[in-house]
C-alpha cells in the first residue's frame, strides 16, 4: 500500500513538473488564434511551425545563440578545473584558514543575486579599465561571473567525492614514482570525473539561462548579447507575441536536453556518490 502511494505522489509530482514544459512547445506549435483563446485547450488540431520561423528569423539570433554556447562551456570548463584543484586542496591539505574558507562558500550561496547586480556592475566596470575583455558589454563579464556563482557548488560537491578516494590510492602511486600532477590528472581525476559531470549541468544551466547579468553587463553591444535577451524582441508594448516567446523558449531548452542526455549517466552515478558522502 504504502508502495502504491509513493508511486501515485511521484507520478503526480512528476506531471506538474512536466506540464509546464508541455505547454510551452504546445504553445510554440498553436496557431496564434488557439492561443489567444478565451477557452485554452490542452491541444491542438492545427500544429504549425510559424512561431519557430518567426524565432529563427530574429535578428542576430544565430550571433544570441552562439553567444550562449560560448559563455555556458566557459564556465562549465573553468569551473569544473577550478573547483577541483580547489576541492583537493581544502579536502588533502590543512592548513588555518581552510574553514573559514568553506563556510564563505556558504555565505556565498546565501546571498541573493539580485542584490550583489550592482556591486558587480560597478565591479566589472572598474575591472573593465585595467584587464581587457572582461568589462562591460563583453562576453568575459559574463564568464567571470557565473564562474564566480558555480564555484561555491561545485567546490562543495567535488569536496565529498574528493574525501571518498582513500589516501592510501595517492600513496601508493607516489611510492611508485609518480608526480603529484600525475596524481592529480591520471588517478585523481578520473576518479571524481562523476561528480564533475553532475556540477557541469548546474554550471552549463546556470550560465545559459542567465538573464539579469546578460542584460546588465552587455548595455549597447547588441553583438555580444545572449540568447535570453533574444525573447525581448517578442515583449511589444501594445501585444506580447506569445507564440514566438514559447518557440524561442522552446529552442533554449534544446541545448539543456542534449547537454542532460549527453552527461545523464555520469549525472546519476555522481548524485549517488554526493548522498553517499
Known sequence: MRRRVADTVAILVALVTVFPIYWMVLSALKPTGEILSADPRP???HPTLDHFRSALGVSGF?????????????????????AFLAAVALTRYRFRTRSTILVLFLIAQMVPVEALSIPL?????DLGRTVPGVGLNTLGSLVLVQLAFSLPFAIWMLRGFVAAVPPEVEEAATMDGASRFTILWRILFPLIAPGLAATSVFSFITAWNDFLFAKTFIISATENQTLPAALLVFFKPDENDWGGIMAASTLMTVPVLV????????LVSGLGGAVKD
Open 43 to 45: 491541444w491542438t488540431l
Open 121 to 125: 556592475f560597478f565591479q566589472i566596470r
Open 62 to 82: 544565430g550571433r544570441y545563440f552562439l553567444n550562449s554556447l560560448v559563455v555556458a562551456l566557459a564556465v562549465v570548463a573553468l569551473s569544473a578545473l577550478v
Open 259 to 266: 547537454f542532460f542526455v549527453f552527461v545523464r549517466r555520469r
